[in-house]
Nanobody
Framework: QVQLVESGGGLVQAGGSLRLSCVVS????????MGWFRQAPGKEREFVAA????????YYTDSVKGRFFIFRDNAKNTVLLQMNSLKPEDTAVYYC??????????????????????WGQGTQVTVSS
């Protein structure tokens, strides 16, 4: 059974940084595509970033490019989201997600929420102005 547990959220001032962590149970983590999504109050959940199984491909939504960075450590079954220069509009619940049987690592594929089989419980990120 695959389980995802996020941590690292919190309250930070605009311009600050946070690092989100997602630990994944599962014996074949290195085969998973991992993604981060977020949902702001009153809005739909949206794609933030994704990383392929080998970390050779990384994708970001335009609004976070150059500020957020996604990493993975396959030895520790962990995916990280380093968030810098945070803005109030980054305030949201952030979810980690795993695609355990990916058929592609193209951007169009990894941005789709329906591709992900397993989701974490979410961690709140609040950025004050």
């Amino acid at each position: 059974q695959v389980q995802l547990v996020e941590s690292g959220g919190g309250l930070v001032q605009a311009g600050g940084s946070l690092r989100l962590s997602c630990v994944v149970s599962g014996r074949t983590f290195s085969n998973y595509i991992m993604g981060w999504f977020r949902q702001a109050p009153g809005k739909e959940r949206e794609f933030v970033a994704a990383i392929s199984w080998s970390a050779s491909s990384r994708y970001y939504t335009d609004s976070v490019k150059g500020r957020f960075f996604i990493f993975r450590d396959n030895a520790k079954n962990t995916v990280l989201l380093q968030m810098n220069s945070l803005k109030p509009e980054d305030t949201a619940v952030y979810y980690c997600a795993a695609d355990v049987g990916p058929i592609s690592s193209d951007r169009d594929y990894v941005e789709q929420q329906r591709r992900y089989d397993h989701w974490g419980q979410g961690t709140q990120v609040t950025v004050s102005s």
